[in-house]
């Protein structure tokens, strides 16, 4: 019994169940969605408290551009670039025999500074946020004044008295833990038995401290966040639930929009622009998805990828039931070689705020991400890590679509010929050399023998 019903009730109700069930990979496109003008306002936060994060970030630049130098080139912004992928757009049209719908790119979230993936907005956003709001109240900081103050020694014995906590399957950690240990903080990471050891490695040489499970991530959030209540002068970074990750993820929509007008991509009615999202607990791209629907409307068009081991937010979203279910409530193991999407319960928050603002889901194989991997490296010289590499079959699953989406859109081969379609790549910069190397002799292995 799952909430009461039968699995044989689950299944007939919702016949997807049967395919996720059996680890296949699976497409879904929801016939919920509605237009964004109407949707948004389920979100609950504005186009105002985007632009607030925003210009937050910009607070901080200065600070950040003094103590990582790697980003002082953009001015202490985080931001990463978008690359198109002509040779890997050939490759993937020959192996899937597709005709052609649109450009490839890439965006190159693998490539942040600081953690090199995707939680270099968010996590490091929350942070500085926090950070920003004691340093504002004590008096270390008034506005106006130049951030890079905060780089001294009387800050960091400040934030000292403080800590921040946070649970992950390795990227966010890796990002909170860096940032919060710079500032000062006393700064904890509670892994879960996904997460690289690389992470923790590198994690514990920022001085920070490392706990480690051997659950899943689910278990070790709840375990940090109960850690963190006992402790006033705790700030526990709620992946789950934070609106702060989320705006800083949001961010990203009004950069992009203003790269893509940089590059000369039309995106409007007649210029669609797909972007794809590897999806963990939905934090990410939820935030992202969230940005790019301010900046784009309706002409931007969002899907979500998660492993087929790990399918948490197709299933949320899909049943209705959200972070009521998770994956093992289905027997799925939530065990994937995709360490950043391995999450088993969806965020509730982020799957009832973008549910009627996202296009679809799908799932793909572990083995087809490493293949996918093995491409993009040979193709385009682009190393990614596996959790990275979801976004990528999203062009193939929408050309192949059989659920009447395309139809719905009135998406005709000659619109899809001007599309954009965007593969998010979440991260992958900082993976070692050897583990990459592992990475890749799988992924060539597994195409050798298709
Ligand atoms: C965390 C992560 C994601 C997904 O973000 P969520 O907020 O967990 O949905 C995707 N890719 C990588 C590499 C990640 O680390």
Known sequence: MVLGKSLAAWRAEYPLLDELIALRETSWFNPGVVPASEALADVGLSAADVADA?????RFAPYLARVFPETAGQGGIIESDILALPRLQAV??????????????????????????????????EVLKHAEGLALAAGLLKAGDDYGVLDSDAAQAFFGRYQIAVGSTGNLGLSIGIIAARLGFQATVHMSADARQWKKERLR?????????ASDYSVAVAEGRRQAAADPRCHFVDDENSTHLFLGYAVAGERLRQQLAAAAIAVDAEHPLFVYLPCGVGGGPGGVAFGLKLAFGDAVR????????SPCMLLGVYSGRHDALSVQDFGIDNRTAADGLAVGRPSGFVGRAMQRLIDGYYTVSDEELFRCLALLEASEGQRLEPSALAGMPGLVRLLGERQGYRARLGLTPARLARATHLVWATGGSMVPEAEMAGYLARGRQLLQSE
């Open 92 to 125: 993937l049209s020959e192996r899937h025999g597709l005709s052609a719908g649109g450009a490839l790119w890439l965006k190159r979230d693998s490539h942040l500074p600081i953690s090199g993936s995707i939680k270099a907005r968010g996590g490091i956003y």
């Open 205 to 213: 040489a920022h001085g920070v401290r490392v706990v480690e499970y």
């Open 302 to 309: 969002c899907l979500f990828a998660e492993p087929t081991h």
């Open 54 to 58: 925003s210009a937050r970030l910009a």
